[in-house]
């Protein structure tokens, strides 16, 4: 993919005769407007051409080939890290953002207790599954639109943005209209019908990486809701399969400066899915914010024991009220906050 | 999950009383009718019952809990090898059967002439895909519904049934008004919608295993299938992810054996993908069948060095002509037949 | 394996008779002083006994089962943190040990150069290969007795502790004369010649965690030189083989609060040998710390662009110098200094 | 590397002046003398030549380079396959090796009646290990030198060669005095002291794949052996590591053909060790032989449920014999014998 980079001081009417030259030539234009440069993507397989042809065009600075397999998520495209804006929250900016709450959304008392809990202890996000992927056809697999309706009000009440699971292509739009963040599941990272609809819709999405799959197939992920034209996307960290058996998955904690070399776009991590234990999700946070993560996913749950799922995994209230005091200390010992 | 065993004497009435009773306990009656004996598999929550309620009743023989996560994949379930019928051709039974075609269908020619080498040299299924799952968003996507088109009338023409990739729940009547086998691909094995989707036809599904999921996985995800009521489900071995680099994948032989002592569900391989080199197809081949695979599925170009994808792992025509005549000494050997 | 927990106010002479009841029924004891009370463990098959005999002698508190399949290395055994002493540098307290240096000795301008690099940005132990396990048997090995004699001029000349590794039994003596710490490498984690060797001297071992091994596997090889004699073992997680590609290893930042919770010993992090990159190095190493880690051991080299080997993932010396001062500011935020 | 190719008809003079000249400038030589050619192979840090010096000389065909990392081990060093001689035995031949018996050597008795079990269905090495490389060291590390007495013994009885594995450099000339061929076991094989030790003797060495081991590192570890002057290398295939738990290890059926691509040395495959389970070991069996092996290693012991170790891997005597009878089937379909 060749991009074309404007200079600084380029006007609306250079930067729209680029574009209109660049679907001239058959390629689909991708426009990045950062804070002192705009940059026009050439997406697709159109007509062989002279750089020069864009060179010569006023407002022109350069043209530039993206080496990476994943172009529109790549460092070279855009050099200034994405930050994601929802209602107050930013995604991807100095502040740390943490999302916690429960694996899966079980009742109205059950979420309304688990937001309380989280928005007081300093959390943004609440999390909180309506539809749950599950290994057996027989366990519960959420409470769907029902557990959407709880989710959306619990977030309402406390103040907290709201994210959530969606399974299906055709349950895009019915969670898109509860949820603030649209999360796609380690299981669904190579599910592309599904990866197409979350990229048609403009609502941000956290995009987990397969316990199975490498970081470039998660940026080649990426690419595919990039490309559909949702900039906003939110990559996560939530472990990978390994031989190691102490731990539910194994948390490739380098992965977040990998990322963060690679590519613009914000990096969370998921202690909770990472180790499977309870008693290891502080060092797992605190290492994650240390190696660089822009905020944490965890499970919070008001009694973890009761559990639907995950209970092993899930903080007690006031594990994570003393977890996010730990978190302080390490976000400004990384000259960050939360 | 019980099942309870009908004695081999047991009439479609006595049955029948079983299949009332287990739907007025709150279980869905998942009915699997051997040569010699009639089980009844009860899927649910319902309420909790005494076995003697079964036991009491006319033509019953047993009541016994399957032990495995997964149950009407289970051998425990249902003792018989599932063959599964298509036209002529029976895809677990004693006969080996062979699925080859190019991986993508890329034109009316490329697809006709393969469909003939095929047939010619032995195949009773072809393969092709139209919608093709690919990493990056930019690489050739397929045909679609031409594509569809053109398989099918090349089986028409050759008289094999046709296999092909379906990606999404949304396309699953589209593909199951053109092929004869729908194949759930490697990075959909958890793609739980689509799984539900499948369920819901009739048509046989070939569910290929996750390049990074364990065979209880596999089942799991065939148990989705089953449990939705379509009791079709072949099952695929194509490699499994690990840290070896000369092959593609790794190929899991005895994830053969293995399943075949779990599960009564025919298992067939994939040499190409499971490699990824031509080099390695036929001896990948061999040692399949001599493991006790029920088939086989191979890429097969007519120019491999001209496909638009996959074409290092592809056969040559007279490679797959000469393969096939090895593979017949080996079906002897292991007193099969091909 | 049976442990007998001495009383707090148990005296030499009651300990010294549970020793002598413990070699008459026929194991081996093994005495642990912690502070506050005295253990002795029974390795070994000896006769069957009833706890009663030792329950009704002087002194004893308790006699207990250790569950773990290490004995001595688990916290169950020994619930204090083991600390490591050598000269004045402690392992395994509240203060962090940093291991710098070069992967191999090359030269005695190199080593001292490297040496007064790492003592002055803060380091207390010096690292350098003088016989390297090399993956070809024509690659630089190292210098062998040559390159020892170097580091010990090195080590005493900057005041740093040395650790070198080992890779044969027959050589332990001739390392043990030069070296202060014995490095047992990751590819020799389950050399079991090497672990009786290195168990019978008493100078301190640190055991890499071979990159494809448990961590029961490495706490086993642990058990290995704590039941030969030697207790004074330092543990090292160095990353493992997993299919991800931007890393040479995956570092496994989790394994450092799973051992703190199974072991009493200490665990160190080589960041550069799980990572592999230059750029890494600094944030691994700061989640390393953030996750409980007691030491790190770094790469550094005077020219890293002229190493030997390992150059792309050594620190040139002023890169190290600015991580030591990142190190402190975490090492701070977790209540520990360096 | 380079290699200097002589012509069919160079005399030995003419050879001796080549080798002359490779010490000349530096270089140690390897000869390799095939049924058709001689080769020369360059081994070391020598002085930088012109290819020229060596084509100008009489008898000399061609001067290459070797482009893989191994060198000695690859195909292009030598493109026959070597076939590894004892007694009447031929490793690497069109016949194929069957090498059985027990995982320990636990009495006379138990290998003295293992030993016949095992000669009367036809296999021609017997196998029981004297040095056991155990996990734990509270396990029963075997009988050493007394069970290689009991080992050479057995052989000596029923006329068959034996096999046993050697732990560590210093006991190389005692297992070298009792055994046939000397294993170097799946932990060792990077264990360079212990390469370089048998490689220096002439005995055949069976070399085992390490679990966590890359074919690449596998021959890298032969170079050790080849490189110090021992020709006579046996490799094995016995499982890697994977996420998968129905088996012990995963059988990595591919690395048989690929290794036969790369290397000219016999491979072997361990089904015992790499499937961990009575029933598996047949089907692993037949796939390896139909994928090309030369040999298998089996465990088969007169009362598995009794065995000191791998009882439930381990074949009983009469199924060891109805997989003998149905080895020759396969052998005979891929135009072998056993």
């Known amino acids: 993919m060749m991009i074309v980079v404007m200079k600084a001081d380029a006007g609306v009417k250079q930067t729209g005769a680029v574009i209109t030259k660049v679907q001239q030539l058959g390629f689909e234009p991708h426009l990045s407007q950062g804070e002192k440069k705009t940059i ?3 997406i697709g397989n159109g007509a062989k051409f002279d750089p020069q042809t864009f060179l010569a065009m006023p407002g022109v600075e350069n043209v530039v080939p993206i080496q990476q397999p994943f172009k529109l998520a790549s460092r070279e495209f855009k050099k200034a890290s994405t930050v994601v804006s929802l209602n107050g929250t930013r995604i991807g900016g100095n502040k740390i953002v943490i999302m916690a709450g429960p694996c899966a959304v079980e009742s109205r008392d ?22 749950k992927p599950r290994t057996s056809p027989y366990s519960f697999q959420g409470l769907g639109e029902e557990g959407l309706k709880i989710l959306r009000e619990a977030g309402d009440r406390t103040g907290l943005a709201v994210v959530t699971e969606v399974m299906s292509p055709m349950d895009v739009d019915l969670v898109a209209a509860y949820a603030d963040i649209l999360q796609v599941g380690a299981r669904n990272m190579q599910n592309y019908s599904l990866l197409e609809a979350v990229g048609k819709i403009t609502k941000p999405v956290l995009l987990k990486r397969g316990l199975m799959s490498t970081v470039e197939e998660l940026l080649m992920a990426a690419e595919y809701i990039l490309s559909n034209g949702n900039p906003n996307v939110i990559l996560c960290e939530r472990g990978i399969r390994s031989f190691e058996k102490y731990t539910r998955n194994t948390l490739d904690i380098a992965a977040v400066p990998v990322i963060k070399n690679l590519s613009h776009l914000p990096i969370i991590v998921d202690p909770s899915h990472a180790t499977g234990h309870r008693y290891l999700v502080a060092p797992a946070s605190l290492s994650a914010i240390a190696a660089g993560a822009d905020g944490l996913i965890i499970e919070v749950h008001p009694k973890p024991e009761e559990a639907l799922s995950d209970g092993a995994q899930s903080l007690h209230p006031e594990e994570f009220a003393e977890l996010m005091s730990d978190l302080c200390r390490i976000a400004q010992a990384v000259d960050r906050v939360i």
Chains 1, 2, 3, 4 share one sequence.
Do not use: H, P, Y
């Open 40 to 42: 026009i993507g050439m």
């Open 110 to 131: 059950q979420l309304f207790k688990a937001a309380e809990v989280v928005a007081e202890a300093g959390a943004s996000v609440l999390r909180g599954g309506a539809f």
